[in-house]
């Protein structure tokens, strides 16, 4: 835990010393009253808290924020990540993963492949996946968590994202100048690193389910104008994947 987060509402009531954050300031990081740590206001600045009381049961501070110019510039805006639904297991690990890195959006998507089933999990049910968002951000030191959905159709996603330029392109999209990437371990022609993303670009990629993208699936992501693009010959993890495409497509952005 690099940075310490709090959400809007937390910054002016004692915090609960079975509190996990509690539980890291004094057997981890063995703060005491009057000593300062890192701490950030989730979507604001970075800053400085002070633990000013140690009770029973609560834990009081008080907080030093950054002026609004300091706050950490929105780079992670340029890319969206749409993954097919996948095991809550392997979720958990993109939720946190994909926030360390820096995503502006993660959109998990129903596709024909994909156990539907995956979107009743309470993963989803019980706002779970919020705190892996904030794990993440924190082992980034950053404050910024990402847009999530989960569970809509991934025609209705790219509708809502993009327009088609044609239901019947008269010629697949190139993996050239792309910002625009799905990929695919079957009909991709080009090595995701041989992809040329235009810097100061926003990207949105895309990565199937654990059983990947089905024929219907990839005329509609050709349909929206997406590049196929692979990861090498070896069958990846979907975490595994996201984690992988997400560093080359930064490093690509210049973010890494």
């Known amino acids: 835990m690099n940075l310490i987060l709090f959400e809007p509402a937390e910054i002016d009531r004692p ?16 703060r005491r009253v009057g000593e300062t740590f890192d701490a950030g ?25 950054s002026e609004p110019a300091a706050i950490e510039a929105p780079v992670d ?42 979107a009743q999990s309470t993963l989803w049910s019980s706002g779970e996946w919020r705190r892996h968002l904030v794990t993440g951000a924190e082992q980034a030191f950053a404050t910024r968590i990402p847009e999530v959905s989960h569970g809509r159709d991934l025609a209705e996603i790219l509708a809502r994202l993009t327009e088609p330029a044609s239901l019947t392109p008269d010629a697949p999209p190139r993996c050239e100048a792309a910002v625009r990437l799905a990929l695919d371990n079957y009909e991709s022609p080009t090595p995701l690193g041989e992809c040329e993303i235009p810097r100061n670009t926003s990207v949105l990629l895309a990565i199937g389910a654990e059983r990947g993208w089905s024929a219907g699936e990839r005329e509609l992501l050709r349909a929206h104008r997406f590049a196929f693009a692979h990861l090498g010959s070896r069958v990846l993890r979907t975490e595994t994947a996201v984690v992988a495409a997400l560093a080359i497509v930064r490093a690509k952005l210049g973010l890494m």
């Open 15 to 30: 915090l609960s010393r079975k509190d996990r954050r509690s539980i890291h300031l004094l057997e981890v990081l063995r």
């Open 41 to 65: 206001l989730i979507n604001g600045p970075r800053g400085k808290g002070t633990l000013t009381a140690i009770e029973a049961d609560t834990l009081a501070f008080s907080f030093a924020w």
């Open 77 to 118: 805006a340029r890319i969206t990540l749409l993954v097919g639904l996948p095991r809550p297991q392997t979720a958990r690990d993109i939720l946190r993963d994909a926030t360390t890195l820096g995503v502006a959006a993660l959109h998990f998507v129903q596709t024909e492949k994909a156990e539907r089933s995956y």
